[in-house]
């Protein structure tokens, strides 16, 4: 049987205001086939960060390599920029659940918008270069 994982997000007043996020994650945390279940405050800002990471940042740093790349050894570069991409899209939620348990969420959500408010401009600076 497959065990999935749920999430139910608070979303201000939108949901917590007509739904008990609690009782529902306590609800599904009974049912067949949930390894985990709870009630968070906050989806919005990582999956907000996730998009402008791979909607923005991430085609702008490949067309980069891209163009940087000697034409032989095109294909060899993207492959290599491909797997670190990979690498660090499997570590970084391990890295950012170690560092939300040990700290403040409130410190979790400080890192990631400082991290994306740098990595946005050396995007752009790498789009005019």
Do not use: W
């Amino acid at each position: 049987m497959a065990r999935v994982g749920v999430f139910v997000c608070h979303c201000g007043s939108n949901i917590a205001g007509t739904v008990d996020c609690a009782a529902v994650a306590a609800a599904a945390a009974r049912m067949p086939g949930v390894a985990y279940a709870s009630d968070t405050l906050g989806f919005l800002l990582p999956m907000l960060l996730f998009g402008v990471g791979n909607g923005i940042v991430e085609p702008i740093i490949a067309s980069y390599i891209a163009q940087g790349s000697p034409h032989g050894s095109l294909g060899a570069t993207m492959s290599f920029y491909e797997c670190i991409y990979g690498a660090f899209t499997c570590v970084s939620p391990i890295l950012a659940g170690y560092v939300s348990q040990y700290s403040d969420v409130g410190f979790t959500y400080v890192a990631l918008g400082a991290v994306t408010l740098l990595i946005i401009p050396f995007s752009a600076k790498l789009k005019k270069g």
